[in-house]
């Protein structure tokens, strides 16, 4: 025993050093992994619902109101809805309501602040969630009819939503353009070159975006250039400063452009169904389109199975998010980016 004590010894040093040099190990010279980029909230995909809180008419004068989604916060809970849209309108006796038409009245939660509230409450609940993505289409009826900017500085609608935003939803809790442009002169420039901000540091927490272009936009913007102090994102051209967030809802037609602007780091929304033409027979192209090329969050009528009806969307292997196929890095997993 005497003599194969030195090459007892020998061999376990070499054994020691192996592991310390990360020999067979495939990590680092030190048995350390590589350095990993930390993951940021344009690393996800997740599902979303097309006018969130829509309750299906009693009798519907069109299919494309024949739908029903169940309360915001069962959507999130049981449903795995991350991105959600709510239509408000100006109500001179009863502030700002939620709901689609006139035609197609029926809601879960009739204004604007219920509606904050009830996904606030959730939120509060499971403050480990990935960011929500709160999508807001301002309503205006004389807009059909008249000038867009006269009616909308008239009901001073915009100045409402932006003011109840702040009133129910706390600014800790709330991701806002300002965040992400950080000490850039741009938001765009932001966005570009320093990335969106980290997961870990966004938990909990909304990024409310506002679901207008031209006129109705350009208002708002014009009440806070380049979104400085602003709440929502804008859905701005991309040649504009305040370029940061899109909607293109055809994933089979504008793939290879949301490919592209997912790839360049802008976060884009698309749609896997409309007006129930997918739903009534069974087409997932739309659906699966939009999930292939990188869409970050997915609208649909259908984020559940509904009897009759063998379409709905599903994140595959989400949980109920999962890594962005496009913008994610590959050591990403479903459980990194949220398992409630």
């Known amino acids: 025993m005497g003599k194969q004590a030195p090459l007892l010894v020998a061999l376990m ?47 519907s004068p069109t299919r494309e109101y024949m739908y029903t989604h169940e309360p915001l916060d069962v959507q999130a809970s049981q449903l795995g809805v ?9 109500d001179i006796r009863e502030g700002l309501r939620v709901y689609h038409n006139q035609y197609d009245s029926g809601t879960t939660c009739p204004t604007f602040e219920s509606c904050l509230g009830t996904l606030l409450s959730w939120s509060n609940e499971n403050p480990m969630h990935h960011p929500l ?24 609608l915009l100045e409402d939503i932006e003011q109840e935003i702040s009133e129910f939803w706390p600014l800790n809790k ?51 250039p380049g979104l400085s102090g602003a709440r929502m994102f804008t859905l701005s051209d991309e040649s504009s400063s305040e370029a940061a967030i899109f909607s293109l809802t055809d ?5 290879e452009e949301i490919t592209r602007m997912v790839s360049d780091g802008y976060i884009v929304r698309s749609r896997a169904d409309s007006g129930g033409e997918e739903a009534d027979n069974n087409d997932t192209a739309r659906r699966d389109a939009a999930l292939a090329v990188g869409a970050h969050s997915i609208s649909t009528d259908y984020p559940a199975q509904v009897e009759g009806i063998d379409y709905w969307v599903e994140i595959p292997d989400g949980t109920p998010s999962r890594c962005n196929p496009i913008s994610a890095p590959e050591w990403c997993t ?7």
């Open 13 to 59: 040093l070499t054994a020691s050093m192996g592991g310390c040099l990360g020999v067979g190990g495939g990590n680092g010279i030190f048995g350390e992994e590589e350095p990993r980029d930390p993951l940021r909230i344009n690393h996800i995909q997740m599902k979303g619902t097309h006018n969130s809180y829509h309750v299906e008419p009693l009798v």
């Open 251 to 255: 994933p089979l037609g504008d793939g």
């Open 133 to 156: 993505f709160i999508w807001i289409e301002p309503k205006d009826w004389p807009e059909q009819a008249a000038d867009v900017t006269t009616t909308l500085e008239l009901s001073g």
């Open 334 to 340: 479903s459980s990194d980016l949220e398992s409630l």
């Open 174 to 224: 709330t991701i806002t353009p300002d965040d992400v442009r950080g000490e850039r002169q741009s938001l765009k420039e932001a966005v570009l070159e320093d990335g969106w901000p980290l997961l870990e540091e966004s938990r909990g927490k909304a990024v409310f975006v506002l679901l207008a272009g031209g006129e109705t936009r350009d208002i708002y913007v014009d009440s806070h």
């Open 82 to 90: 991350r991105q959600f849209e709510i239509d408000v309108w100006w």
